[in-house]
């Protein structure tokens, strides 16, 4: 023990001259533009700081800007990407006082900056000066025990007096950059490329202008916004930025490459340049640098949101690096593992007892089937085996060439496993088993917070779910699907909704709709102006009037939320349609010949926003294999995409797809889509229908013979027809409806016969709202009541509806 002791205290001793004969090696090599980088990555490996950031002055010489950083992101520990030179921060005082600044965390707290951080975070803040005419700081945090002792003060020292050095992009001015290196002012566009960099876009120096406009018309059209974003200077910030972009080339695949670029601000006359380099990212593999790799694992998993997110972070960080050719991480549920990403997806590549299991997406498998497994999660510790090792044949087969399981702590308890397989033997360094270890940490509390993000994001979505209808009927002449995609960007409940409607005569409403808003309010409101919309189709009023009843009640219910609102009534039979919209996306029409159509639907204005609001009606033509889309905003506009071009993707996917699978139709469209918003997709596929209803009306008139001509009527209907049976019945029932619609109510009364597959329905409308109501017991002395029990001795079905401020008194007979 005492031997260990020593060579620990050893070790802290000579981190001094370690650290200076690292950045003696960094700074005495060749400029490249990545140099600065590696400069602060010492601070991270020989002081154990958890980000470390440079601040240079602006153009304007008020302001420190963030240069450059690496670590954590910047933003857990509440720092700025500037600060004022005159402002009080420790950055300005360290570069306006010329000498360090070391904080603790309760001369933190009185900070606005950091008084804004979780309670119980807590860490160390060193800001250093950087020697030179322009000034500069160095910033560093550690979360550390006890924070910076002497060695790593005197370690950010020499770091410091590194940063100082002439930076990598301005040594290289007048002088031939990297091959892998440019840089770009930013005010003329004129770039300077390394040879490797014309070599990756297919260009002879010869034939180069110096013109960025040059290398972007080489690029992938679709990946120019994001390259955009880092070439133009209202979008650069000052800091770093990294991405991957393609390259055409000509007669094979896109190149895939990666650039590195951050912005130096200008001065003195110099313009602002974006410096950096760019590599093949097919083949580009980091180099043995474990705290880099960890750091951007860190960075990645600060942001993953879901357990999906953070299995792939973990993958992206560690397969590549390490070569692997396998890597799996699972969630540990009771004695169960079930994994939650696997790389590569296919099922062959993996174990046959992984094959068997494989219920829906991802396999599960129980943890007792793998006892070398169950016994590393017990211990707690990333265990490693080299090839040839005697495992059971479930992890064996991951990695034949070496098998490395990684258990994932977190809360003091295990989390899940991470298990990553070689096929052909591989050697475990130390610092692979290092990086191995410190990964394992980071992905099980991420995994933690993860589990608990999508267990309450499955919560607000099945409170959605229970808003919107459980399925939907079905359709005389036509299929209907609907889906829903709740936002993953936050865990409040959407106002989005749909619903279809069934009404008489063979009529349908389609209505999607979306209230402002993602809290329970909205969901509250979604649901009411659902219900109200349904009642208002219900009582059979048109398309505008269900339409404007709903703007006015919204209006009466005094909330500040809004609502948008499409409404289409389908006639089945006829293959016409009505569509109103409320301040709504329209539809997109699918014709049989595969041609689409945003139809050109006049609009009112959203839902309670105006009391005296007009809602048109347009009309639309369904041929049959027509189908009619109905979304909301959620699917066709974003922060990258206005709603046109969001609606003509929407039409080319439409059009694209397969409708005689309308499932499989909406799974496409929805495939791919940011879900910044609640997404709500409403499909119908008119098909027409096979059999064509008859139909016959009668104004019944108001004089002594009316029932005797309403059965007159009836029987040359049916005659016309071809119905011969039943035709006593028919009658009868024809009698007692119109007997009570003249007796018990006032003003128009109407005859509707309808026949379709051998039932005939008899439909008697009138102007009383009223809905009659069926005896309990009738006494022999009693004079009326007995009608309806006829009607429903008679009936297959019979019953009530709403129309046009009346009501409709129905019955079906088989005959």
């Known amino acids: 023990m005492t031997n260990v002791v020593s060579e620990g205290a050893t070790a802290r001793r000579t981190r001094t001259p370690r650290a200076e004969l690292a950045l003696r090696t960094l700074t005495s090599a060749p400029a490249s533009a990545d140099r600065l980088r590696r400069v602060l990555e010492q601070a991270l490996v020989f002081t154990g700081a958890a980000f470390a950031g440079v601040y240079v002055r602006a153009a304007t010489g008020e302001v420190l800007c963030l240069s450059e950083s690496v670590g954590v992101p910047r933003t857990l520990y509440g720092l700025r990407d500037s600060y004022p030179l005159a402002g009080r921060s420790p950055a300005a005082d360290a570069c306006r006082t010329g000498r360090p600044v070391w904080l603790r965390p309760e001369e933190l707290a009185g900070s606005d900056d950091f008084r804004r951080m979780p309670a ?73 490329v390394g040879d490797r960099i014309l070599d990756l876009f297919g260009i002879g120096r010869s034939g180069f202008d110096g013109k960025v406009e040059t290398l972007l018309a080489l690029t992938v059209p679709e990946d120019l916004p994001s390259l955009m974003s880092v070439v133009e200077a209202d979008h650069m910030s000052i800091g770093e930025r990294e991405l991957e972009f393609r390259t055409l080339r000509p007669g094979g695949q896109p190149r895939w490459l990666r650039l590195r670029g951050r912005l130096l601000p200008g001065g003195e006359g110099r313009p602002a340049r974006l410096v950096g380099t760019v590599a093949d990212a097919s083949t580009l593999r980091p180099g043995v640098n474990d705290v880099a790799r960890v750091q951007r694992l860190a960075a990645a998993l600060a942001t993953a949101g879901t357990v999906r997110d953070v299995g792939q972070a973990v993958v992206a960080a560690l397969r590549a690096p390490l070569r692997a050719d396998r890597i799996a991480l699972a969630e540990l549920e009771n004695d169960r593992l079930v994994v939650t990403v696997l790389d590569p997806p296919e099922p ?39 090839a040839g090792a005697t495992l059971e044949p479930a992890l064996a087969d991951v990695g034949p060439g070496g098998l490395a399981v990684l258990p994932l702590p977190a809360a003091g308890r295990m989390a899940g496993a991470c298990l990553i397989g070689w096929d052909t033997p591989h050697d475990f360094g130390p610092d692979e088993r290092a990086l191995l270890t410190a990964s394992a940490g980071l992905a099980g509390q991420a995994l933690l917070r993860a589990r608990a993000f999508d267990a309450e994001h499955e919560l607000v979505g099945m409170l959605q779910r229970t808003l919107l209808p459980s399925r939907l009927p079905e359709l005389p002449g036509a299929e209907a699907v609907a889906r829903y995609l709740p936002a993953t960007a936050g865990l409040e409940v959407g106002g989005d909704w749909y619903d279809v409607i069934p009404l008489s005569d063979h009529h349908v409403a389609l209505v999607i709709g979306d209230v402002q808003g993602h809290n329970a309010g909205a969901a509250t409101l979604m649901g009411q102006m659902r219900t109200a919309l349904r009642a208002y189709a219900a009582e059979g009023h048109p398309p505008d009037v269900v339409v404007s009843h709903a703007n006015r009640l919204l209006l009466e219910m005094e909330t500040d939320l809004f609502a948008t609102c499409a409404y289409v009534e389908v006639d089945m039979e006829q293959g016409s349609a009505w569509c109103v919209r409320a301040g709504h996306p329209p539809p997109v029409l699918r014709h049989p010949d595969g041609r689409t159509e945003i139809a050109e639907a006049e609009g009112g204005p959203p839902l309670g926003v105006l009391t005296q609001a007009d809602f048109p009606m347009t009309p639309l033509r369904l041929q049959p294999g027509t189908v009619l889309a109905l979304t909301t905003d959620g699917l ?100 007692e409806l119109v007997t009570n619609a003249l007796v018990h109510t006032d003003g128009q009364v109407r005859l509707d016969l309808t026949l379709v597959n051998r039932r005939l329905r008899v439909a008697v409308a009138d102007a009383s709202p009223r809905t009659p109501v069926k005896p309990t017991s009738i006494g022999w002395q009693a004079t009326g009541g007995r009608g309806i029990l006829l009607v429903e001795a008679m009936s297959a079905a019979w019953g009530t509806v709403p129309a046009g401020g009346g009501k409709q008194v129905w019955s079906e007979l088989a005959l």
Request: aromatic share 6%; proline share 7%; charged share 30%.
């Open 120 to 192: 119980g975070d807590v860490f160390f803040l060193a800001a250093l000066p950087l020697r030179g005419p322009d000034g500069g700081v160095l910033l560093a945090v550690t979360d550390e025990p006890g924070g910076f002792d002497g060695e790593d003060r005197a370690c950010l020292e020499l770091i410091a007096e590194a940063v100082a050095c002439p930076d990598a992009a301005e040594a290289a001015q007048g002088e031939e950059l990297p091959p892998d290196a440019f840089s770009l002012a930013m005010d003329s566009g004129r770039v300077e």
């Open 348 to 386: 062959e590549a993996w174990p046959e007892l992984w094959r068997l299991q494989w219920r829906t997406e991802w396999p599960d498998a129980p943890v007792r089937a793998m006892p070398t497994l169950a016994a590393a999660l017990r211990e707690g510790r990333a265990q490693i085996w080299p």
């Open 636 to 735: 066709v506009e974003s922060a990258d995409a206005d709603i046109d071009e969001g609606m003509a993707r929407l039409a080319r996917d439409l059009a694209a797809a397969d409708p005689s699978h309308l499932g499989l139709v909406a799974d496409v469209l929805l495939t791919g889509v940011r879900r910044d918003d609640d997404i709500a997709l409403l499909l119908m596929r008119y098909d027409g229908m096979a059999v064509r209803p008859l139909r016959e009306s009668w104004s019944v008139w108001r004089v002594p013979e009316a029932v005797r001509h309403a059965r007159r009527f009836t029987r040359r209907t049916l005659r016309s027809w071809g119905v011969t049976e039943d035709t006593d019945a028919v009658l009868l029932v024809v009698s």
